[in-house]
C-alpha cells in the first residue's frame, strides 16, 4: 500500500508541475481569471474520492461491529474429577484465557479493519464423547460464530460435525487430508496421511530388515488416524515389505476398552513375526499397548498422527516402555540432548507476550522444553515453569493476518482464500520455524523430523549445560535426532 501512496502523490505533483509550466501546446494562454461567479468561500470542492466501504454483516459471525469467534477447550476440571493427574494451573479458564489475551490486545489496537473479536467458549471433555455433540450444538446452534479455533485436542468427531455445518476451523494439531480437502480447515502440522508416509519413509531409509518382513501398524477407527494407517500400509506395501495393520476402537468411549485393544495387538504382531511396529495412536490410547510391547520385546515407533502426541506435553506422559523408541513429527523440540535450542525471532516474540500475560498467574516467566502447565523443582531446587504455547501464538499471528487481508467485509471464503495466500508465516516450535500456505496446502508446516523419547526424572541432576539426561526438564522428553526433512 505505501507502494501505491507513494505512486499516486507522485503522479499529483507531476500533474502540478506540468500545469505550472504552462503545458504549451503552440496556442496562447490566458493569465486572466475566467468571467465566472465564484463560489461562496465556505463551500467545499466536490470529492473526487471513492466513498467508505461501510462496514456489514458479510457473513454469519460477523456484524458491523463484531468478528465472533468460538474458542474450543477441554473441560479439564471434568477430566481431573474423573481421576487423570493435571497440573493445577491448567484449567479450562486458563486454556481459554491462553486465547484471549490475543484477542484482546487486539481490540485494544482497535480490532480487526474496525470489528472487535467477540470470543465464545465452546468446552467439551474428551474422556465423555457425548460432549462433542454439546460443543458443536453451541457453536452451530447456540450461536453464529465466523470460525473455530483450537490448539490441540479437539475431537476428530467434533471437527466433522463444525465442518459439515460449514464453519471454519483453525487448528494447531494434525488433520485428515479429507478435512483439509472441505475448504474449511487450517491446520499448522502436515495431514496424517502424510505424516504416516514419512514415518515409514525414514523407517525404510535405515532399516536392515529384509524386504517382505512384515512391519506392524497401529491405528485407530478415527477419520484421520485410520487415513495415516492406511497411508503407511500403502508406504510399506510400495516400498516391498508386508504390512499388518490393526484399528483399535477409538470411538467407543471407553478408554480403558480401547486400551486393553492395543495390549491386545501386541499377541498379534508378534505371532505375524512382526520386525518393527508403528504406532498411530495418541498417547491416551498407547498405556496397554507400551506395557504389552516392553514386555514382549516389540520394537515400535511413533508417528505423529494424534494430538500432542510428540510434543513435549506428549512425550513427558510417555512411561518407561516408551523410552528410546523414536517418532516422525512435526513439533520442534528445545534440545538435541548437548543444548537448548535458542528461540527464533518469532518464538521470541510469542515468549515475551506470553510471559508479559501469565508471568504472575505461574509466579515466574516460561523456560523451554517444560510441558504446558507444568513446574518443576529440580533436583538442585531450581523452579523451571511451563513453556509458552507455541499453537496459539503461531495460529493467532495467522488469524491475525488472514483476518486483515480478507477484506473490509470478510467472508469465510473470502478468509479462507486470504489465508492460502499468505505465503511464508513464522512457527514457534514447528516445522523448523517457518511454514507456508499456498492454493491447495492448507496447512503450515513444510517438514518433518525425528525425536527420540529420552527419560528423565525429578531426580535427575542437571548437568553443565543444564539439561537432564539430554532434557530440558527434568522429564521425559523428546531429543532431536535428525534434520528436518522436507514434506514432498
Not at 21 to 29: A, K, R
Not at 478 to 486: A, I, K, M
Request: charge should be negative.
Amino acid at each position: 500500500m505505501k507502494k501505491s501512496r507513494i505512486a499516486l502523490a507522485f503522479i499529483a505533483s507531476a500533474s502540478l508541475i506540468f500545469a505550472a509550466c504552462g503545458g504549451d501546446d503552440g496556442g496562447s494562454v490566458s493569465t486572466e481569471a475566467p468571467a465566472t461567479s465564484e463560489a461562496p468561500s465556505d463551500s467545499e470542492a466536490p470529492s473526487t474520492e471513492a466513498p467508505a466501504e461501510e462496514l456489514t454483516a458479510s457473513d454469519v459471525g460477523i456484524t458491523a461491529d463484531t468478528i465472533k469467534i468460538g474458542v474450543a477447550v477441554s473441560d479439564l476440571e471434568a477430566i481431573r474429577a474423573m481421576g487423570i493427574s493435571i497440573p493445577e494451573t491448567l484449567t479450562t479458564d486458563h486454556l481459554f484465557d491462553r486465547w484471549n489475551v490475543y484477542f484482546e490486545k487486539w481490540n485494544a489496537e482497535g480490532g480487526i479493519n474496525g470489528r472487535m473479536v467477540e470470543p465464545v467458549r465452546l468446552v467439551w471433555n474428551p474422556l465423555d464423547p457425548s460432549t462433542f455433540d454439546t460443543l458443536c450444538s453451541a457453536a452451530t446452534v447456540d450461536n453464529e460464530l465466523f470460525m473455530v479455533v483450537n490448539g490441540t485436542g479437539l475431537s476428530s468427531t467434533a471437527r466433522k460435525c463444525l465442518l459439515d455445518a460449514g464453519i471454519v476451523i483453525m487448528y494447531g494439531d494434525v488433520m485428515g487430508q479429507a478435512e483439509l480437502d472441505t475448504g474449511l480447515a487450517i491446520s499448522l502440522a502436515a495431514p496424517s496421511e502424510t505424516v504416516g508416509e514419512a514415518g515409514v519413509a525414514a523407517w525404510m531409509n535405515s532399516t536392515d530388515a529384509a524386504p517382505g518382513s512384515v512391519v506392524g501398524i497401529l491405528s485407530n477407527n478415527t477419520v484421520a488416524l485410520s487415513a495415516a494407517g492406511k497411508a503407511a500400509e500403502a508406504a510399506l506395501t510400495a516400498g516391498g515389505f508386508t504390512p499388518k495393520l490393526i484399528e483399535i476402537n477409538s470411538t467407543q468411549g471407553d478408554s480403558a476398552a480401547t486400551n486393553e485393544e492395543g495390549a491386545a495387538a501386541v499377541a498379534v504382531f508378534q505371532a505375524e513375526g512382526a520386525v518393527h511396529t508403528f504406532v498411530a495412536t495418541p498417547f491416551t490410547e498407547n498405556t496397554g499397548f507400551w506395557a504389552a510391547a516392553a514386555a514382549a520385546g516389540l520394537k515400535f515407533s511413533l508417528l505423529d498422527t494424534s494430538s500432542s502426541g510428540c510434543s513435549a506435553f506428549g512425550l513427558s506422559r510417555a512411561p518407561a516402555a516408551a523410552v528410546g523408541s523414536e517418532c516422525v513429527t512435526a513439533y520442534d523440540h528445545s534440545t538435541d540432548g548437548t543444548a537448548l535450542r535458542a528461540d527464533t525471532e518469532f518464538e521470541a516474540e510469542c515468549r515475551a507476550f506470553y510471559d508479559a500475560s501469565f508471568s504472575e498467574y505461574y509466579g515466574g516467566p516460561s523456560n523451554s522444553g517444560v510441558p504446558a502447565g507444568n513446574i518443576y523443582t529440580d533436583a538442585n531446587g531450581k523452579t523451571l515453569i511451563s513453556d509458552y504455547t507455541p499453537q496459539e501464538c503461531a495460529l493467532a499471528n495467522i488469524m491475525n493476518l488472514g483476518l486483515t487481508a480478507a477484506g473490509i467485509n470478510p467472508t469465510r471464503q473470502s478468509y479462507i482464500d486470504a489465508v492460502l495466500n499468505l505465503g511464508e508465516v513464522p512457527l514457534a516450535l514447528a516445522g523448523g520455524g517457518t511454514g507456508k500456505f499456498a492454493p491447495g496446502k492448507p496447512y503450515a508446516a513444510n517438514a518433518l523430523h525425528t525425536v527420540r523419547i529420552t527419560a528423565a526424572a525429578l531426580d535427575t541432576a542437571p548437568d553443565a549445560n543444564g539439561l537432564y539426561n539430554g532434557c530440558a526438564a527434568p522429564v521425559n522428553c523428546g531429543v532431536v535426532v535428525s534434520d528436518w526433512v522436507p514434506i514432498s
